[in-house]
């Protein structure tokens, strides 16, 4: 499918999530990309008025590179519905579930993959039997953030409450999650394939925010390190992690692998970043696909889905 069949091409960033900043990276990005081999392309910084934004305009397909709630949970998925425009990635279900990391992990359990066991928090919970049961080493997080804001690694009650409270200034749903010692590594998916597989070092305690976005001491391994078949065995379990969400057409699976060298899920992603430090145009690069390549599949990819 050529650039020019795609028409006009309205690229979603910005939007209000406290991710606005690297959205706005990711949109411009894609944006240029696209604009370089010919698209005709629309910016638009979504900023709460969505649905009189897009009912206003004039466009043929919606690339979203917007994070976070309001642009990753569903809801913008829905409006493109509502008007009938074929958009990237997930539906309006996958979305939502996947953009709640407690809501997700349930559905992985009951589809019996692995990922580490986690509590759901209040200001009533029990600190001392939540600690103890995570052995003393857990990472807090808000369920519906992404980018790794508002998370803390904790091995204490009293950490534990502390960051319960401060990850409850982003969402009111949070939870604390076992925390697996070894190696992190990302996969990411576009049109049904698991792309190379990258591993994450980095001097920070986890791969937080400064790390993403920030650090220029983060490496990223590819070729990943493991070996060939264990890179195949990691690629198909992020291939059922995302279809069991029903996800579609692009997203990342983020994992870890303990010290006896099994693989432990811990979030699905289905608008990741396109920024300059953004892992989904590293895995395309390393299977030979540029970056605007790379979009210009993910925009097909979503007409043919669409039916359009």
């Known amino acids: 499918m050529s650039i020019e069949s795609l028409g006009k091409i309205a690229v979603?960033?910005?939007?209000?999530?406290?991710?606005?900043?690297?959205?706005?990276?990711?949109?411009?990005?894609?944006?240029?990309?696209?604009?370089?081999?010919?698209?005709?392309?629309?910016?638009?910084?979504?900023?709460?008025?969505?649905?009189?934004?897009?009912?206003?305009?004039?466009?043929?397909?919606?690339?979203?590179a917007l994070h976070g709630r309001g642009g990753e949970d569903g809801t913008i998925q829905g409006v493109l519905e509502w008007l009938d425009k074929p958009y990237t990635g997930s539906g309006v279900m996958a979305s939502a579930l996947a953009m709640d990391k407690w809501r997700t992990k349930m559905i992985w359990m009951a589809a019996q993959l692995p990922t580490p066991n986690a509590y759901l928090l209040d200001a009533s919970s029990d600190w001392v039997a939540i600690n103890?049961?995570?052995?003393?080493?857990?990472?807090?997080?808000?369920?519906?953030?992404?980018?790794?804001?508002?998370?803390?690694?904790?091995?204490?009650?009293?950490?534990?409450?502390?960051?319960?409270?401060?990850?409850?200034?982003?969402?009111?749903?949070?939870?604390?999650?076992?925390?697996?010692?070894?190696?992190?590594?990302?996969?990411?998916?576009?049109?049904?394939?698991?792309?190379?597989?990258?591993?994450?070092?980095t001097s920070h305690e986890f791969y937080d925010y400064d790390a993403k976005y920030q650090s220029n001491d983060t490496e990223y391994l590819l070729p990943c390190g493991l070996s060939e078949s264990e890179e195949k065995a990691l690629q198909s379990l992020a291939l059922k992690a995302f279809d069991v969400l029903g996800a579609a057409g692009w997203g990342r699976i983020d994992v870890m692998q303990d010290a006896d060298g099994a693989f432990w899920l811990?979030?699905?992603?289905?608008?990741?970043?396109?920024?300059?430090?953004?892992?989904?145009?590293?895995?395309?690069?390393?299977?030979?696909?540029?970056?605007?390549?790379?979009?210009?599949?993910?925009?097909?990819?979503?007409?043919?889905?669409?039916?359009?």
């Open 12 to 64: 979603l960033m910005g939007g209000t999530s406290a991710e606005r900043k690297v959205s706005l990276r990711s949109g411009n990005a894609v944006a240029d990309a696209l604009e370089s081999v010919g698209g005709n392309v629309v910016r638009v910084d979504i900023q709460g008025h969505a649905i009189s934004q897009l009912t206003e305009l004039d466009f043929d397909v919606a690339f979203i």
């Open 132 to 201: 103890e049961a995570l052995d003393a080493n857990a990472i807090v997080k808000p369920a519906r953030e992404g980018s790794s804001i508002g998370m803390r690694r904790v091995h204490n009650a009293e950490d534990l409450k502390s960051s319960y409270e401060f990850a409850s200034e982003y969402d009111g749903l949070v939870l604390a999650e076992r925390w697996v010692e070894g190696r992190e590594f990302t996969v990411a998916i576009v049109d049904g394939e698991a792309l190379p597989v990258i591993q994450l070092r």
């Open 266 to 308: 811990l979030e699905a992603n289905t608008s990741p970043g396109m920024t300059d430090h953004s892992l989904v145009p590293m895995a395309a690069k390393a299977s030979g696909m540029d970056f605007s390549e790379l979009v210009t599949r993910l925009l097909a990819e979503a007409v043919e889905r669409h039916g359009h």
